[in-house]
T-cell receptor
Framework: DGGITQSPKYLFRKEGQNVTLSCEQNLNHDAMYWYRQDPGQGLRLIYYSQIVNDFQKGDIAEGYSVSREKKESFPLTVTSAQKNPTAFYLC????????????FGSGTQLSVL | GIQVEQSPPDLILQEGANSTLRCNFSDSVNNLQWFHQNPWGQLINLFYIPSGTKQNGRLSATTVATERYSLLYISSSQTTDSGVYFCAGRSNDYKLSFGAGTTVTVRA
C-alpha cells in the first residue's frame, strides 16, 4: 500500500538528548514536510524539502534539524536546543505543481522525561 | 504566510444534523485544502479546493476566492464525523498555513 510511515509512534526524550523521528513515503512525492501540533492548536511548519539534498526552514525551525538524502526519506532530529519539545509531530508529502494535495503520516508523540 | 481563521472553534451536533464550518483567509490563495483529524491524530485530506464547489458523499466544500473564504458542509452528520476539521491555505510563498481548527462532536 502507498503511504507515509512515521516511527516511532511514541518517543520519550531525556534532558540534553537529541532524538530522531523517522518519516518514509512510497508515494514518489517530490516534496516532504514536518509539522508540529500542540494541544488545541493548528499545525506549524518546521521544515520542508522540495528536492533531494535541499530543504528550507519553516516558521519554527529553531532547535530542529533535517536531512533529505533520499527522495523517500525525511528524518527530523529534535536537538537539545529545543527547550519545549513535547508535541505531536506530523510528516507530510505532496507532488509539486498545480493541485498539490498534502498527505500525512500518522504522527509521533514526543514527550520529555 | 497568510493568516487563516476558522469558525466556530467548537461545534456539538446531534446525529443527523447538518452544519457549516467557515474558513477566512487574510490574502488571496492559490491552494486551499480541508482536512479531518480523527481522535487518534490521523489527518485525512478531504478537499483540495482553491475555488468553486466540490462534493464527496455527505461532505461538500465551496471556496469563494475573491471574498477570501471557504465553507465546509457536513450533511446528515454521523458519530464518525467527530474530530477536528482544519483548513489550510497558501498564497504566493510555498508555505501552507493552517487554521486553529473546528472541533466537531456528533452525539448519538
Amino acid at each position: 500500500d502507498g503511504g507515509i510511515t512515521q516511527s516511532p509512534k511514541y518517543l520519550f526524550r531525556k534532558e540534553g538528548q537529541n532524538v530522531t523521528l523517522s518519516c518514509e513515503q512510497n508515494l514518489n512525492h517530490d516534496a516532504m514536510y514536518w509539522y508540529r501540533q500542540d494541544p488545541g492548536q493548528g499545525l506549524r511548519l518546521i521544515y520542508y524539502s522540495q528536492i533531494v539534498n535541499d530543504f528550507q526552514k519553516g516558521d519554527i525551525a529553531e532547535g530542529y534539524s533535517v536531512s533529505r538524502e533520499k527522495k523517500e526519506s525525511f528524518p527530523l532530529t529534535v536537538t537539545s536546543a529545543q527547550k519545549n519539545p513535547t508535541a505531536f509531530y506530523l510528516c507530510a508529502s505532496s507532488i509539486l505543481g498545480a493541485g498539490e494535495k498534502l498527505f500525512f503520516g500518522s504522527g509521533t508523540q514526543l514527550s520529555v522525561l | 504566510g497568510i493568516q487563516v481563521e476558522q469558525s466556530p472553534p467548537d461545534l456539538i451536533l446531534q446525529e443527523g444534523a447538518n452544519s457549516t464550518l467557515r474558513c477566512n483567509f487574510s490574502d488571496s490563495v492559490n491552494n486551499l485544502q480541508w482536512f479531518h483529524q480523527n481522535p487518534w491524530g490521523q489527518l485525512i485530506n478531504l478537499f483540495y479546493i482553491p475555488s468553486g464547489t466540490k462534493q464527496n458523499g455527505r461532505l461538500s466544500a465551496t471556496t469563494v476566492a475573491t471574498e477570501r473564504y471557504s465553507l465546509l458542509y457536513i450533511s446528515s452528520s454521523q458519530t464518525t464525523d467527530s474530530g477536528v476539521y482544519f483548513c489550510a491555505g497558501r498564497s504566493n510563498d510555498y508555505k501552507l498555513s493552517f487554521g486553529a481548527g473546528t472541533t466537531v462532536t456528533v452525539r448519538a
